[in-house]
């Protein structure tokens, strides 16, 4: 999404007390990790849109550009990374038409999923769709080769404020940690859901910083909402699942100066906010839309990644370190 309504978000967010304190879990805290952010990719290289990254491995990050609908493999440049082609791949939808504005990527045993809030050549209807691509594809033009359709299973929304960031837990992890099934009112089960892969994709809604939780029948486009969850935020901006602490990470943006919430299943069996973060004191106040957390540790830190919507000073990814 193109920022046009940040000082409204800023208003909304301080009057929701979200400005200065998170309800429930107290004051926003430091960066839990190094407080040195540095730039990660070449100059100019992507433009304005870069929206959503994920970690696919230690060694490749996807990036999703929604602006027209793109998606990048990035690889290791140094320190940094930079796209195989920096023409990236185009998406359409299943159909082989229309721009998808493709706002979250993650990398998943299914594929690439992306989640759009509408499509770029209607741009005045909302219209939530989560895609998934096939990576592998040598094209320079990617079909989804399948999609759900959300957007009447969701609040109306404005179309520049629909799904944002997309992340994928497995059902080992939410089984092992007694997530509550809120469509059931029973302990999550996998085998409720045929077809389903083996994993729920939770997305975020800009529009009032909820989290959805979603079975996705992965051979047809129908899909059950398993759980809705608060993020601790008026908005959201992307999700980041990090299974080596087993922590749901929320990421606001400029909106909300760029602070992030950790998530994690509580007694109750319900993702819920545990901590919230301020943005490393060496990175300015930047529309952040993508965060992705390394899943591979090197001299005790992970690699963090967050994508500027605004390709602020020509540069769009800029990197910074989470402890192990």
Sequence with gaps: MSRTRVAVVALTVVAMGLGSASPGWGAPVAWPGGSSVATADGSNVFGKNLSG?????????????????????????GAGWKPEST?????????????????????TPDGIVVATERDNSNDDTSLLKVLR?????????????????????????????????????????????????????????????????TGLYFVGLEDNGTIYAYALNQSSSSFTRVATITS????????????ATGRLWAAC????????????????????????????????????????????????TKTVL?????????????????PC
């Design 306 to 322: 967050w994508s500027d919507d605004d390709n602020t000073s020509n540069h769009a990814l800029r990197r910074g370190t989470l």
């Design 133 to 197: 691509y096939d990576g592998t594809s040598s094209a320079s033009t990617l079909n989804a080769t399948r999609e759900w359709n959300l957007t009447s299973d969701l609040p109306d929304v404005d179309p520049n404020s629909g799904l944002e960031g997309v992340s994928w837990i497995p059902d080992s992890f939410l089984t092992g940690h007694g997530f509550r099934d809120e469509h059931t009112g029973t302990a999550y089960d996998p085998a409720a859901y045929a077809g389903h892969g």
């Design 232 to 243: 601790g935020f008026a908005e959201v901006m992307d999700l980041e699942f990090d299974a």
């Design 87 to 107: 023409a990236g791949k185009t998406l359409r939808y299943a159909n082989g038409k229309g721009d998808p504005d493709a706002e979250g990527v993650v990398a």
């Design 253 to 300: 943006d400029d909106g909300c100066q760029g602070r992030t919430t950790t998530l994690e299943v509580n007694t109750d069996g319900k993702f819920a906010p545990t901590a919230t973060y301020n943005r490393p004191s060496g990175m300015g106040n930047l529309n952040n839309e993508g965060f992705a957390i390394s899943p591979t540790c090197t001299s005790g």
């Design 53 to 77: 990254l994920s970690f696919q491995g230690s060694g490749v990050v996807w990036a999703a550009k929604n602006g027209p609908g793109k998606l990048y493999r990035l690889v290791p440049d």
